[in-house]
């Protein structure tokens, strides 16, 4: 099925659910769920991060997190900032970061600092983002590209988990339903497969110049 691309535009972050939206729909916080559910329907404007500094530093190191990608595992990265449609749901819609040109995964690149760091912890934290980014693309894979402040660069792989993106498309389709009727939404309450985030995936880690493979 044919995706629809259109240029990005903050405004238009009103008429869809995107991966960033999957973690709050996905999410314990319901406070940050409620927000959400107010900026979709237009009665308040979406949080100015312009302040916020770890956000600006992983907006200040996207180019650099996708070249040290590329340069250290020799794959290139396509599709970088496209917005897609899913070609069914209207309501839903991914920002990618990029896609591996040879494997057709779902690129997604991160920072974090470096005492807040955990490869179980960073997986299981973006594990909605991805799997919804997967379902809209038809992705099977995707790869998380992590840089810390304590300059660390960490790769995880994970696959796509038929099972936990049926929870978040029916997790979203009820948020959507509550944006469109004005019902406030609850959390909806499951966690990710810790299978897929945990024994289910595949990191590569660089330390000084030297690749090491862990399983």
């Known amino acids: 099925m044919k995706h629809i691309v259109w240029k990005k535009r903050t405004k238009d972050r009103r008429y869809y659910i995107g991966g960033s939206d999957a973690r709050v729909i996905m999410g314990d916080d319901e406070p940050a769920l409620i927000r959400l559910w107010r900026e979709k329907r237009g009665e308040v404007e979406p949080e100015d991060l312009s302040g916020n500094l770890i956000v600006q530093l992983g907006l200040a190191t996207e180019e650099l997190n996708?070249?040290?990608?590329?340069?250290?595992?020799?794959?290139?990265?396509?599709?970088?900032?496209?917005?897609?449609?899913?070609?069914?749901?209207?309501w839903?819609?991914?920002?990618?970061?990029?896609?591996?040109?040879?494997?057709?995964?779902?690129?997604?690149?991160?920072?974090?600092?470096?005492?807040?760091?955990?490869?179980?912890?960073?997986?299981?934290?973006?594990?909605?983002?991805?799997?919804?980014?997967?379902?809209?693309?038809?992705?099977?894979?995707?790869?998380?590209?992590?840089?810390?402040?304590?300059?660390?660069?960490?790769?995880?792989?994970?696959?796509?988990?038929?099972?936990?993106?049926?929870?978040?498309?029916?997790?979203?389709?009820?948020?959507?339903r509550c944006v469109e009727s004005g019902e406030p939404p609850r959390l909806f309450g499951v966690e990710p497969n810790r299978s897929c985030s945990s024994g289910g995936y595949e990191r590569l880690e660089f330390l000084g110049g030297i690749c090491r493979s862990l399983s």
Do not use: C
Request: aromatic residues 10%; proline residues 4%; glycine residues 6%.
């Open 92 to 176: 839903m819609a991914a920002t990618l970061d990029g896609r591996v040109e040879a494997t057709g995964a779902v690129f997604e690149g991160k920072f974090m600092l470096p005492w807040s760091f955990s490869e179980q912890k960073t997986a299981e934290k973006y594990m909605p983002q991805l799997q919804h980014n997967m379902w809209v693309v038809a992705a099977q894979s995707a790869v998380l590209s992590v840089i810390t402040g304590g300059g660390r660069w960490v790769e995880i792989t994970t696959h796509a988990d038929p099972l936990y993106q049926h929870l978040i498309v029916t997790a979203e389709r009820k948020f959507w």
């Open 66 to 90: 996708r070249r040290w990608h590329e340069a250290n595992t020799d794959q290139v990265l396509t599709d970088l900032q496209q917005q897609l449609r899913h070609p069914t749901l209207r």
